[in-house]
T-cell receptor, first 109, second 116 residues
Framework: AQRVTQPEKLLSVFKGAPVELKCNYS??????LFWYVQYSRQRLQLLLR??SRESIKGFTADLNKGETSFHLKKPFAQEEDSAMYYC???????????FGKGTKLTVNP | GAVVSQHPSWVICKSGTSVKIECRSL??????MFWYRQFPKQSLMLMAT?????????EQGVEKDKFLINHASLTLSTLTVTSAHPEDSSFYIC????????????FGPGTRLTVL
């Protein structure tokens, strides 16, 4: 069965420091990977997807099929980046999302 | 665009009663809607997938008779928790998709259900 693992429940960095939120997946096919973000008291929203190869709010994520990873990175964290981050995947054309357990990122001033 | 609303945002009910939660796509037609359950400080667990005009597809372990889903139109899906019990207390979140080609889900704000 497909699975998404986010090993860090909590991650705390200082403003201006680089940040990396880890995500590993297990799936035998070709999944599509996503990062969703939930700011305090707001709904879940899409941050980025691997297929777009874009940078959103300074965040990037590269799909590494060899390591089955999709880590989220930002070179200089900002306080407004503090939020809950969820890695997720869909499998082979299905729209069903499988979520990791999430990482709570806190960026300290 | 792509706003999804849920109603109510919170509800408290007595054990044994039924509660209906609505999920609406406000500015687009949603071919598919999804219902999730989120326990405190845990991830979202997909409960079921609903397509307009057809029966919902439930995930393994989700009781169909307990969690009734109706997707009557392209902008409305409802989740009814029947004969609710305290263990059904949770945060229920819906999402809507414009279609497989978009492959993006737009999430509602969630509904907090507390069963006394």
């Amino acid at each position: 069965a497909q699975r998404v693992t986010q090993p860090e429940k909590l991650l705390s960095v200082f403003k201006g420091a680089p940040v990396e939120l880890k995500c590993n997946y297990s799936y035998s096919g070709s999944p599509e990977l996503f990062w969703y973000v939930q700011y305090s008291r707001q709904r879940l929203q899409l941050l980025l997807r691997h297929i777009s190869r874009e940078s959103i709010k300074g965040f990037t994520a590269d799909l590494n099929k060899g390591e089955t990873s999709f880590h989220l990175k930002k070179p200089f964290a900002q306080e407004e980046d503090s939020a809950m981050y969820y890695c997720a995947l869909t499998q082979g054309g299905s729209e069903k999302l499988v979520f990791g357990k999430g990482t709570k990122l806190t960026v300290n001033p | 665009g792509a706003v999804v609303s849920q109603h109510p945002s919170w509800v408290i009910c007595k054990s044994g009663t039924s509660v209906k939660i609505e999920c609406r796509s406000l500015d687009f037609q949603a071919t598919t809607m999804f219902w999730y359950r989120q326990f405190p400080k845990q991830s979202l667990m997909l409960m079921a997938t609903s397509n307009e005009g057809s029966k919902a597809t439930y995930e393994q372990g989700v009781e169909k008779d307990k969690f009734l889903i109706n997707h009557a139109s392209l902008t409305l899906s409802t989740l009814t928790v029947t004969s609710a019990h305290p263990e059904d207390s949770s945060f229920y979140i819906c999402s809507a998709s414009k279609g497989a080609g978009y492959n993006e889900q737009f999430f509602g704000p969630g509904t907090r259900l507390t069963v006394l």
